[in-house]
């Protein structure tokens, strides 16, 4: 179907419902392993290490492949593009289910399909968005598409700590596949949407790919592998050097093509740029959640549900306050909520990373901070989604949707893989800075101070991405 007929066509609350489901099967379905990832590694018989690589590794192949699979929205169409994503969730999460114990071959031939089912997502469901909604109904689209996405993620660790603990945590695979069946057959029949074909022909850009995919794949090992195997042993420097050449080779293949994988001309808007990287550092804070209910379940004994419940507050705040970012956006533009969300965000890390209260004390804590966590980053999404669509010609809306949800996976992966190898790299220490500050039990100690170094780097995360708001992204408001 031609862009022309599609262009007629507006998006309903079907379609947009659709869209949402096949959004939470990332963030929700694929985002439990953040909480329940001990309970995996101990009845799959997986060691720690190759947990938090399977852990990570979603985001990593979403972040790779997202940017090519927006591009691919936008040539082939933006529905069939989604429609095979929430196929290639079903088979992945398949495969999870069927995982047999001490191998990880099927875990993480799963968790590899799940990100490339993201990849095909979220763009295009972005694009889609663009297409087929505006103005006021635009923005609330967004904002329920922001509801699926960061709302599933304050969901999936509540839920994923109750199915674990009360039904098993296969059955929260079986669900995602239901939810991907409801979400296909809400898709489908959408018209199409894509970019009308100018008639030239336009090779893929394979070598931009590989380059790209080899210097994040080096770089990822590298940072998960590097505290067990040492900074200065010989396969990690190799794979730093490895990253270094891949990346620069990268760089210089994509300014040197017409249909390169990654067009770096889009970034000179500010607000786009602003938008993304802020994007890619606040999602980087994802490990948060991984070292703040590791340390409860490590340090305390509570169970995967247990510390899940700590995160109600998360939850119901950020559902609470989505809506309240798009009012902010409307009035103020996508500055100020940026950068109000951002900083709520990293007062509530900051509570997270108290490890040495007493226990109770730290409940508390992290109930509030939880809650804070949830609070700053519903004002945040909106604004800054709306900022990176609203700034993008109509032609490069999928493959700029990519490289904004390129941001939010890579961030994430890499933000999990420096948290969960600060989180392990110290927690075996045999001496700790300043021990007197640590109150209540004497035996976990160290766990404790390697979950308050790991948290305080998610602050870091934070801080920087204020200050990327406040550089690039302008005052005025913007004009619609």
């Not at 596949?177 to 949407?193: D, M, N, Q, R």
């Amino acid at each position: 179907m031609s862009n022309n007929t599609a262009t007629q066509y507006q998006g309903n609350d079907k379609l947009l419902l659709g869209i949402v489901l096949g959004v939470i099967t990332f963030w929700l379905f694929a985002q439990t392993t953040l909480n329940i990832a001990p309970t995996m590694s101990a009845e799959l018989g997986i060691e720690a290490t190759w947990m938090n690589i399977a852990v990570s590794i979603t985001a990593l192949f979403s972040g790779i492949f997202i940017v090519v699979m927006g591009g691919l929205g936008d040539r082939i169409g933006r529905v069939k593009v989604t429609l095979l994503g929430v196929i290639l969730n079903a088979v992945g999460s398949l495969l999870i289910v069927l995982s047999p114990a001490d191998t990880v071959t099927f875990l993480m031939a799963g968790r590899i399909i799940q990100g490339l089912s993201a990849a095909c997502i979220m763009p295009s469901t972005l694009a889609l968005l663009k297409a087929y909604y505006d103005g006021v109904a635009r923005q609330r689209a967004v904002s329920f598409w922001s509801i699926g996405s960061w709302g599933g993620s304050g969901l999936c660790s509540l839920f994923g700590g109750y199915m674990a603990s009360n039904f098993g945590w296969r059955y929260i695979f079986w669900i995602s596949i239901a939810i991907s069946i409801v979400s296909f057959l809400l898709i489908y029949g959408t018209p199409e949407s894509k970019v009308e074909d100018d008639g030239k022909k336009k090779g893929f850009d394979w070598s931009g790919l590989i380059t790209f995919m080899i210097a994040l794949v080096s770089l990822n090992v590298v940072v998960g592998q590097g505290s067990k195997l040492g900074w200065t042993n010989p396969l990690i420097m190799g794979l730093a050097g490895v990253f270094a050449v891949a990346f620069a080779a990268f760089y210089k293949i994509e300014n040197s093509k017409d249909n390169a994988f990654v067009n770096f001309k889009i970034f000179n808007n500010k607000t786009y740029s602003g938008a993304t990287l802020s994007n890619f550092l606040l999602n980087g804070a994802a490990g948060t959640l991984l070292v703040s209910l590791s340390l409860v379940q490590h340090a305390s004994g509570m169970s995967a549900f247990e510390a899940g419940m700590l995160t109600i507050g998360y939850l119901v705040a950020i559902l609470a306050t989505i809506r309240v970012g798009e009012k902010l956006l409307q009035r103020w533009g996508a500055r100020k909520p940026m950068i109000i969300g951002c900083s709520i965000t990293a007062t509530g890390i900051l509570l997270l990373s108290m490890s040495f209260l007493y226990e109770w004390q730290y409940i508390i804590a992290a109930v509030i901070g939880y809650t804070l966590f949830g609070i700053g980053l519903g004002f945040y999404a909106t604004p800054s989604t709306d900022a990176a669509l609203s700034n993008v010609p109509e032609d490069q809306v999928g493959a700029a949707a990519g490289i904004y949800k390129m941001a939010s996976s890579l961030g994430a992966a890499f933000g999990v893989a420096i948290s969960a190898a600060l989180y392990t790299g110290l927690m075996h220490v045999s001496s700790v800075p300043m021990a007197w500050l640590f109150v209540g039990r004497a035996d976990n100690v160290a766990i404790r101070y390697a979950a308050a170094i790991a948290l305080l780097f998610n602050v870091f995360m934070t801080l920087v991405a204020i200050i990327s708001i406040m550089i690039t992204v302008p005052k005025h408001k913007a004009e619609k």
